[in-house]
């Protein structure tokens, strides 16, 4: 059993950065896929970008491209979620997820595990 716990979140204006945290409990973190995703008011929860056991590999959806990076430290436990160049339609609640499938990481029910989500605000 892995828990989830975001943190970074917060007010930023459009143009600026934010670099989200994920702290996982357990031994096992190594063992899995942790992907980023969020959910905006009204909307259906969106992937964002997914990184391997390793570290090794990425995948990015296209909205967030060139302007996030994942990465994780398997010795800390934890996976980060670098976002640059925010936009107002960033805003959303962003959740980390830890995942033991070997295929289908861009969908949500691929993901066995959930943080409870942080916060993020995009002025204009």
């Known amino acids: 059993q892995v828990q989830l716990v975001e943190s970074g979140g917060g007010l930023v204006q459009a143009g600026g950065s934010l670099r989200l945290s994920c702290a996982a409990s357990?031994?096992?973190?190594?063992?899995?896929?942790m992907g980023w995703f969020r959910q905006a008011p009204g909307k259906e929860r969106e992937f964002l970008i997914t990184?391997?056991?390793?570290?090794?590999?990425?995948y990015y959806a296209g909205s967030v491209k060139g302007r996030f990076t994942i990465s994780r430290d398997n010795a800390k436990n934890a996976v980060y979620l670098q976002m640059n160049s925010l936009k107002p339609e960033d805003t959303a609640v962003y959740y980390c997820?830890?995942?033991?499938?070997?295929?289908?990481?861009?969908?949500?029910?691929?993901?066995?595990?959930w943080g409870q989500g942080t916060q993020v605000t995009v002025s204009s």
């Open positions: 997820a830890g995942s033991t499938s070997f295929t289908g990481t861009n969908y949500p029910d691929a993901y066995n595990y």
């Open positions: 357990g031994r096992t973190f190594s063992s899995y896929v």
């Open positions: 990184i391997n056991r390793s570290g090794s590999s990425t």
